[in-house]
């Protein structure tokens, strides 16, 4: 099976983050060779690290899709597909899912994830930029993001993308880590990601000692809540709201595209 690659985007330079100014370097070299380093180890460390919870987490967007039989769906930023696999598993007959990354070495783990005679085993993961996905516009009926997004060197332009290649009347679902208001347990969250998470992350991951150390870096300089769903209310969607979990550790950001969003070509407006 293979992806519908017509109408690619125009190819482009790495570009800037549109986050805050600082130091964070997310370029998308920097950012690929980083997951090329821990992506053996990804899947354990993420597991740990969340306690587990991030399993759930994915479960409650997965439930947030209304996916109907025949139109295909994309998770991008797939990373090793645990979301593009819950999503295989949780679709009707006739959904053809497909993964997308720009490191090579976590989608390798992906496609040996896949079951055979699952819905799984079906899975297209490509290899693709976020910030120009070599898609056809309005193709699928959703595209969803996990812990993707802040690692996008543009955060407007991989919202973009992602609302380009929605289908008018589709989801774009972004789940990704956010900042918890709740005294207490605010000051407790930033100990655990400044301090403790570093720490381990960098025992399991000593070829790439800095990869845990840009997690709270990268999490803490993202935008969350409204401010992030501003962001993807200016990308062209509409009824966008955001729901938090877990005390607001992850929250889940849910937008329509449009009916009225796209030109005879297909493009967005």
Known sequence: MTANVTEPAPPTVDTPPT????ELDKSNARVREMFRQIAPRYDLMNHLLSLNIDKYWRSQAVKRLSLIPGVPALDVCTGTGDLAIAIA????????VVG???CFAMLEIAR????????SESIDFLEADSQQLPFASNRFQCVTVAFGLRNVADTDRGLREMTRVCRPGGQVMVLEFSKPTLPGLRQTYNFYFKHILP?????FARNNKSAYSYLP????????GQALADRMQAAGLTDVKFTPLTFGVCTIYEGTKPESNSNPDGEPQ
């Open 100 to 102: 997308s990354d720009f």
């Open 89 to 96: 598993d949780a679709a009707p007959d006739g959904v053809e």
């Open 199 to 203: 720490r381990v992350g960098q025992w």
């Open 112 to 119: 040996r994830k896949r079951v055979v005679g699952a819905r």
């Open 217 to 224: 870096d990268s999490v803490s300089r993202f935008p969350d």
């Open 19 to 22: 986050e805050p100014a600082g």
